[in-house]
């Protein structure tokens, strides 16, 4: 039986006019907050519904964890009050607050692993699980947000009164708890997926420069191979040129496919054509949500991410090779080790830029 852990981040609350000593007390959910995770509570239990009649993918909670601050107590009364109203379901009893949820106690401006802890301890809650398969789990940011990265291997942003469903593997065989976000019920927000749709143009934009200037390039190189006083110019470096020119062509390639998948992505989603589901979800591709649940806004940002990766940075690494072999034909290091040496250095520099980057790029995340 597959377990399955939710998370749920709660509502957004009232300022708090409380002392420094009690400032996660008094906080009470605003009219949107509340308005929204009563929209979140109702998706969820319509997922509970559907999902039930089907033994592969039936969610039953067995244990509900939570904080102790006000916002989110008053956020999993608005989940329960919904879930009793709409299924009759009374999650009370296995209500349990845990500690180690509170901000007061994981710290949110430094990493004390407690996140480590809590999710060996997930583990063996869900090892002992014989009827239910669920465990979830109302609490702040960033500590959730630790726990996918502890889970999934990556962070995974949550939203006000948002819920992730994350699929576990392994659970009875491996301690270290392991799974991939399945779905996510989000509040209805127009302005982020206009947001959203705004950065995809963008990419697509500069995907369209970029294979406009390589073809540009190509064009004079493709002219350079054709000319026969040109070509003799290269030698015995005429195999770089080949070589350069291959891989621009590959770049090229690269940046129209990712300019037609972000172009692709901008389609309203009232055109957005469905497929026959798979017979086992299993062979559902693990890296995108299930729509539905999840919103059109979750698809366009795992898709324009995917694509970000797997087509448009690559064709960036490709494009930087097939310069470095033009460069090679051009200035024609006279010995072997200086086509060595050139290519470390271009490769070290590459790598270096990286670390650069990694260090001093932007650093984003969200707290409560």
């Not at 090892?127 to 940011?141: D, P």
């Not at 502890?150 to 799974?179: F, W, Y």
């Not at 020119?245 to 692709?264: E, N, Q, V």
């Amino acid at each position: 039986m597959t377990k399955y852990l939710l998370l749920m981040r709660h509502g957004s609350h009232e300022s708090s006019k409380a002392t420094s000593s009690e400032q996660y007390k008094q906080r009470k959910l605003s009219d949107k907050g509340e308005k929204h995770t009563r929209e979140v509570s109702g998706a969820l239990a319509e997922v509970l519904q559907a999902f039930g009649g089907q033994d592969d993918i039936k969610i039953s909670i067995g244990a509900v964890w939570r904080a102790g601050t006000d916002e989110v107590v008053a956020t999993l009364d608005v989940v329960k009050n919904v879930l009793w109203e709409r299924l009759q379901c009374n999650i009370e009893p296995i209500e349990k607050h845990v500690k180690e949820l509170d901000p007061s106690v994981f710290n949110p401006y430094i990493n004390t692993e407690s996140h480590i802890a809590f999710v060996k301890s997930l583990a063996d809650i869900f090892s002992k699980m014989k009827t239910n398969n669920a465990v979830f789990i109302i609490g702040h940011q960033p500590f959730l947000g630790w726990v996918t990265h502890e889970v999934v291997g990556k962070a995974i942003p949550i939203d006000r009164s948002g819920l992730l469903c994350i699929a576990l593997k392994n659970v009875h065989t491996n301690k270290r708890l392991r799974g991939y976000l399945q779905w996510v019920l989000s509040p209805s927000d127009e302005n982020t997926e206009m947001e959203i749709k705004e950065k995809i143009k963008s990419k697509m934009e500069m995907s369209k420069f970029l294979s406009v200037f390589i073809s540009t390039g190509l064009v004079f190189l493709l002219g350079s191979i054709l000319d026969k006083d040109k070509v003799e110019y290269p030698g015995s470096y005429i195999l770089a040129l080949y070589a350069s020119t291959g891989l621009l062509f590959m770049s090229i390639g690269l940046y129209l496919a990712s300019m037609y998948a972000y172009d692709r992505l901008l389609m309203p989603t009232r055109f957005w054509a469905d497929v026959p589901p798979l017979k086992k979800h299993g062979k559902r591709p693990a890296w995108l949500v299930w729509r539905p649940p999840s919103s059109s806004l979750w698809v366009l940002y795992q898709n324009m991410m995917r694509i970000w990766r797997y087509l448009f940075t690559p064709a960036t690494y490709i494009a930087l090779l097939g310069i470095l072999f033009l460069a090679i034909a051009v200035f024609r290091p006279s010995q072997p080790v200086s086509i060595i040496g050139t290519v470390l250095a271009v490769l070290t520099g590459l790598i270096l830029f990286w670390f650069y980057y990694r260090h001093f790029g932007p650093k984003i995340g969200s707290e409560d």
